[in-house]
């Protein structure tokens, strides 16, 4: 999000969202394009590792069971690399919803927990909420 002078907002909220799904990828960008919200697309945490890169974002939404670098990981990696990541919201979106990987997601630094299937109107007001 970009600030002129005089307050005024320009540009919206930039969302990387991160899952393996290509459905569910999809669901996620036209709830989020509905919303009016920026959203770029990772398949794996390394993926989304290389994007973070990149560019900044103001929220990463991640699913847990991924390959190559699941949810848990990325969360870490990214918690654990100093001040740069370490007051980006993150919200965990997956159909685990046990109480065990809730909270090893929030030792990790997870920001909040969507459970999957999402309803749209829900997850956006978690996005506004983090985000804000």
Known sequence: MNVEAGGR?????????????????ALLRATLLGAGFEVTEAQDGEEALDRLSE????????????????GFGLIERLRGE????VDRP???????NGPEKKARARDAGAT????KPFDPAKLVAAVRRVTH
Request: aromatic fraction near 4%; proline fraction near 2%; avoid cysteine.
């Open 112 to 115: 909040g927990w969507v459970v």
């Open 9 to 25: 907002v320009t540009g919206g909220i930039s969302i990387l969202t991160v899952d393996d799904s290509r459905s569910m990828r």
């Open 55 to 70: 560019r900044e974002f103001d929220l990463v939404i991640t699913d847990i069971n991924m390959p190559k670098l699941d």
């Open 90 to 96: 993150i919200l965990v979106l997956s159909t685990e």
């Open 82 to 85: 100093g001040v740069h990541h």
